[in-house]
């Protein structure tokens, strides 16, 4: 627990200056967020982010995370991201002819969909900074810790009945619950201090939705780790795991905010 104390302290005297700045600062941290988080995704699957998969993967990457407002960097050389996407998805399946079948349908499609996994989320996580402004970036972050929190502590003091056992034995339907009550009760109080112009009625709706679907984002990953037999994603953030296992909630989170706002 000190442990997880203490890196949470240095990644948020890191992490929330940069969020609260933006700009060029906060655009580089996500690519280099969305970077590390693809490597870990593809490492469950034996992949190498230095080989000719991980690079062409990183590569659409980049090209996916490109901001609305800096689009114009791809749009002059006459291409749109679509098109750039289906060039690379050519040069995969070109690649499983070169390989033998060493690397298959089945890994390409593993690999694009981990493009997608992992870039969705951060490129809204960007379009709401540079957008919507830091006020709707830190309520994601606040519903998304009252909800682990509450779902915690909750499912610790009453929890009984287990919400997914096959996936996640520690989580109760108590616990659920909790965190979706606890989000709910934190994102009324964000009112109070930050202009999220939104209705109270709206709010509840939406911080409902955005905490439910957060502890979804937890459990994806924890299946997608049950599945290849991995602990953590990675071990970057000693107690905590990877930058997946610190960023499944908003992967699901910031996407569906965007569009709900």
């Not at 699957?45 to 901001?67: E, M, N, T």
């Not at 689009?71 to 033998?100: D, H, M, P, Q, R």
Request: proline letters at 3%.
């Amino acid at each position: 627990m000190k442990q997880r104390i203490i890196t949470a302290i240095i990644a948020a005297a890191v992490f929330l200056p940069i969020i609260l700045y933006g700009k060029s600062p906060f655009i580089i941290l996500m690519y280099l967020i969305a970077s590390i988080s693809l490597y870990e995704a593809l490492k469950m699957r034996g992949f190498k982010i230095y080989s000719i998969p991980g690079l062409i993967s990183l590569g659409i990457l980049w090209v996916f995370l490109i901001p609305d407002l800096y689009i114009g960097v791809i749009s002059n050389i006459g291409y749109s991201k679509i098109e750039l996407s289906f060039f690379a998805v050519l040069i995969f399946l070109t690649f499983t002819v070169i390989t033998k079948n060493r690397f298959t349908f089945d890994d390409v499609a593993f690999a694009l969909l981990s493009v997608l996994y992992v870039g969705i989320g951060y490129y809204y996580f960007m379009e709401i900074r540079l957008e919507e402004g830091v006020q709707f970036v830190f309520y994601a972050l606040f519903i998304i810790w009252a909800t682990d929190s509450g779902a915690y502590f909750i499912g610790k003091a009453i929890g009984k009945k287990k919400l997914w056992p096959h996936i996640s034995p520690n989580k109760t339907i108590e616990g659920f619950l909790g965190g979706v009550v606890c989000a709910i009760i934190v994102g009324v109080i964000m009112t109070f201090f930050s202009d999220l112009d939104m209705s109270i009625p709206k709010l509840i709706v939406v911080t409902a939705i955005l905490s439910i679907f957060g502890q979804m984002g937890d459990l994806v990953e924890s299946a997608l780790k049950r599945h290849y037999k991995v602990k953590d994603s990675g071990h970057l953030l000693p107690g905590h795991g990877g930058m997946l296992d610190r960023f499944d909630s908003l992967l699901f989170v910031l996407p569906l905010l965007y569009f709900l706002l």
